[in-house]
């Protein structure tokens, strides 16, 4: 077995470090923004950030400009004791000066000089000149560009904050089936000694409000399955993040190999897809069915897909019939053998 005890940290992370420390002026307070409704990815990150720059809470509140919603989050933030502030557009763009984690300025299209470090992992939407960028695309997670920056550097990653990355990389890159790089498993591997366990499963079983209970019964009652596809029709519901909930919960109803769930939610209706037949990819799938009528895709186990209302009514209908011809459109871009096609 190869000894993975000592960890090689990429040098070019510890000279940024440098570069990252000189890219704010630190007698003025640093607001550390996110994206709307942040996940763990996000949070982490801004704990890292603050650690690794050394600054206090008070003077460098996590900011958004829309409150936490989904339940794994707000167990997170619970658990952890992280305090997220909401902060208007104003506010923001009257702030001292910004750190962008796990998001970058583009969405945030107002703010005009007073960004400052900008660390991410999605696609490189545009750099800016005077800020510090720092955008690694082919990292799973910004959470593992930021434990780089404090192995790479010595910095003492207490369980608290551990455990916050540690699940932040956990959720963002193997729960949402993304490639895991050699770089996340560097970071996951440095921070599973760290991280408190038990924290972690509480927060991965967040407690079900009594709407979430009746939405669970919801898909309970009205599911069904044909040639091992299961089919749910949620109805209204109050909080999107139950779709792809209930999608991962209906798989363990009978012996279904893929799930499609959907609901409508303001104006628009949410499908998540789930596929345990690795002869059907559930992102395919979504796309062959529902591409030309709204964003659809994702990956060979899940997927998702949204359209207006108004759109899915006239395609589909409404009620049993509309259910039944989404069903028909599903079963239509499936092989009818399951594991015949590939
Ligand atoms: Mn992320």
Known sequence: ?????????????????????????????????????????????AMALRLLLGLKASGSPVVTLKQVSRNENISMITLLNVRVREASVREI?????????DVQPDQFPYLRDNVRIVIDHHPVTAVRKRVFCDIRPGYG????ILTEYLAANGVK????????????IKTDTLMHGRDVTGAGFRAFSKLWPLANHQLIS????????????????????????????LFADLGRVGKEDLVPRIADFVLQIGEPEFALVWAAFGGSVTFAARSLNPAVDAGKVLRAAFGHLGPAGGHRVMARATMP??????????????????????????????GAGR
């Open 309 to 338: 209302l108004s759109v899915f009514r006239g395609e589909f209908g409404a009620g049993s019939s509309g259910r039944s011809a989404v069903k028909r459109r599903i079963l239509r871009t499936i092989p009818s053998h399951g």
């Open 93 to 101: 763009s009257r702030a001292p000066q910004l750190a962008l984690v």
């Open 202 to 229: 509480q927060m991965e079983r967040p407690r079900l409000g009594s709407h979430d209970v009746n939405v669970f019964i919801r898909a309970l009652r009205t599911h069904f399955i044909e040639r091992k596809c």
């Open 141 to 144: 997670a910004t959470s593992a």
């Open 1 to 45: 077995m190869r000894k993975t005890t000592h960890h090689k940290w990429p040098p070019r992370t510890r000279r940024l470090t440098a570069l990252l420390k000189k890219s704010f002026d630190p007698s003025k307070p640093l607001w550390i923004l996110t994206q709307n409704d942040p996940d763990p990815d996000a949070i982490a990150s």
């Open 157 to 168: 990653i207490g369980p608290r904050l551990a455990t916050a990355l540690y699940y932040a």
